[in-house]
């Protein structure tokens, strides 16, 4: 390989190195100290002569060292005429020899390898302590100033009239949800005289003195779950800033303030100029699509055409999501070929010369990517296109693949630790994958093709299609192999029906992208010229029509999706441990069947493909990929239960498993949602819709089953504990559901009737019922009681079939409240229990006591969030537990109430707390052991070995 390509290439592995190594101690916080610049520079010089150092050894002991070349007297054959004599040595002594030739390497291009390796590391490890330079200013109310180069993100020039170089996250809401308003302030806080009104928020480009509190990110909270930390540090931010209030600079003012010298000034004038008019003619695009479409497929176009995904539906891109087709809404290749093609088509129309046709082509796909907002995808493609465009005009041969690999070290030099972000992955995963496989792919399936036709006396109309379809399946497959580790080690699922249904939803993609920039234009025209009274009609009618290319493509794209995740294999549970065997597997395909030379070399000495035999290593590392999988995803051993309690805010969903493979889901969290006539377009509303359930529980539970729960229980019908039981019933499945609570309430008949539609069987249990998921392990009943009002029912085992419902309101039975009615649940399988107390109130706790209940249990499920009127000291004292859960997210109520975690230390009982946590897995047994993991790093520091933590 080329010099040049090697820096590219070292320097990325020098920041992937820095991934293994560094990542995990700067996402887990602020590293402790600060770092020394020696010791920094000391360490990326130590990562570069490493690598030189494991280059020159793997050459030395192949014996692909350089050899000396000696000139043979023709012209271009620099040939070696002699073996190097080290490579006539054994290994050891050959080592040692090849060590010392590394003085010589400063100047050669090894040496150059190195030292690109070196600012690879450097690059990534001043990226991330930039991120974390306001730890300083944490959780305190401060005055920072920067530029907006992004609506939402703020580069930082002081902060407290201190010069910092960071960026912030900025939450413009904050203010308005507290009732500031958004008007200029001095720096003292006060109104200025005379100064203007500002909009709701500052748009990009703008120059700001903000005020606000700085809140660090939380990691992802739930197995699979968004991580806004990492996102944030891939972007160069820790921290978000929650605003109060801001006033508008100019830009000689922000660098001023920054200390900054004078002709700084003029640099920051100019992007603000350039990102004001980005952003103005964006909203002007988006106001034409406003126009044109109606609200479901203007969010799919919105996200296809310019990336603004906050518009589009949840089934839309839980469909997209689900069946692995959401890269059809990247904004990537396509949409710059697209740009490129436009001006082309223009400037030839307008008889240019080729000069001037490249020049336009260049500025308008980068005029686009401005346009996106630059998501990495976007970025790739027209780096790669503006290389190619630069190499066709020096007159070199364009080689695809390098181009590829300088596009990613463009990327990675402006932003470093874009090599982590997800897009990028799939994005490059993909591109690699159809520059290397995809051609000899497509000649492999046209050979075989052509034969078989010229077995049936030549081609008939019918059969090319299925020539097509071959060409467009072959293109498809090469990308989907080198996407497949990333997808697993990314979402943990693999897409089965990704494969077919892209050769209609690419199709569809490509056409609703022109529709849509039509649409975009047309009614940005449409909306900008005046129109007279009583024609408001025939415009809306005019708009309609030329939006209806898009709608109707967009919609079809949509549903193509819903059509494939609706199949019955549509995708399958991967463990992400299995993403390292099926990379190898990839690999070993790529370099066995693909061809990286440019396309010129593929027609004139074509490769022959290898035999199936040659492949048997992929087949292996599937096996293995495989049996991994299986391993990580095995139930817990016998004698063993594992509960996770998820972080659903302020609700409950406790995910139980058990030996054989049989799980419980208790509660399910949710919220009250009004659904907006959009949000589940292209299809219906759900029966009973709860934005908690649809994009919380229901993926963690698939991420953590695969599957929906063999049993579904409700405590009962309130909106935090039931309302995305609806969702997973809908979504995932689920073998039976019982419900307690009091029947009749609204959402428990909801309940009852998606229940009968879906065919879930549905019991009300009682105290004394119990289900035995695995040998030796049981989930019993303990309240409510038949004998503390009306009996409800005397079924005396699980198996049995729905009962009548018993009283439908407090007053029928003698109770005060419906949380009196919750179920509590205890759960064992030989060693610690855990003990489910739902929302029972003071009132259930004395009626367990009082009847004498065996409550003992070493984990304890709080009840009702923490709140003041549960979990008092007698009751604490019969369940004497070694640690307490108390699942509870942001609420206005104070919970959980400062009595009741009072009552917890007193009695030495530590606690955790989802708010704080996140999800918490417990693991009980064999025997006394158990072992409690956090989603949120250094969140279980306060146990003091009441559980071991791992």
Partial sequence: MAVGPAWAMAYGAAIGLWALLRWPLYHAGPPPGSPSPLRTVAEALGVGLALVAARAAWGVATGRAAAPRVATGRAGDDRPRRRAPWTRVPPVPRAVAGFGRLLGMAGSGAGLVGLAAACGWLAAETWALAAWRPVPWEGRAIRVTGRLGHPEVLTVTAIEGVSVSTRLRVDWAAGRRAGAGPAAHAADGRSQPGSRAGPPSPGAGQVVEVWGQLRRLRPATNPGGYDERAAGLRSGFAYELDVTRWRPLTPEGAAGLAGAPDGVGRWVRLGTVVDAALARLRGFLLDGLAVTLPPGPRGVAAALLLDERQGLSATAREALASTGLIHALAVSGQHVAMAAALATWLTTRARWLPGRRRLAAALLVVLYAGLTGGPPSVLRATA??????????????????????????????????????????????????????????????????????????????????????GDALAVTLAAQVAVLPVQVALFGRLPLSALVANLLVIPLSALGLGAAAVAATAGAVLAALPVSPGWEGRVATLAGLLGWPATASLTAMVRVAMAAGALPAASAQLAPAAAGWLAVGALWVLVQVGDARPRYARRLRPRRLPRARGLAPAGVAVVAALACSALSLRPPAPGTWVAWFLDVGQGDAILLRFPTGRSALVDAGGRALVAGATRYWPGSPPSIPDAVGEGTTVPVVRRLLGRGPDLLVVTHADRDHAGGAGAVMERLGTGAMWLGGLPGVPLDRALVDLARQRGVPIQRPEAGWAWHPAPGCRVDVLHPDPAAGEPRGAAPDAGAGARPPGPTTADATGWGKENDWSLVLRVGCGGPRLLLMGDLEQAGEEALLARGTDLAAEVLKVSHHGSRGATTAAFLAAVRPRIAVVSVGPNPYGLPHVETLARLRRAGIPVVRTDRAGAVAIRAGPGPQLVVRAMVPGSLAGLDGAARPR
């Fill in 384 to 469: 790669t296109y503006l290389l190619a465009e630069a190499a066709r005009g020096a007159g070199r041969a364009v080689a695809p693949v390098e181009m590829l690999v300088w596009a990613g070290f463009l990327q990675a030099a402006w932003r470093p630790l874009v090599l982590l972000d997800p897009g990028f992955q799939l994005s490059f995963a993909a591109t690699a994958g159809l520059l290397v496989l995809g051609g000899p792919l497509q000649r492999a399936w046209r050979g075989r093709w052509h034969r078989w036709l010229g077995r049936r006396g030549g081609e008939r109309q019918p059969l090319r299609l299925v020539g097509w379809a």
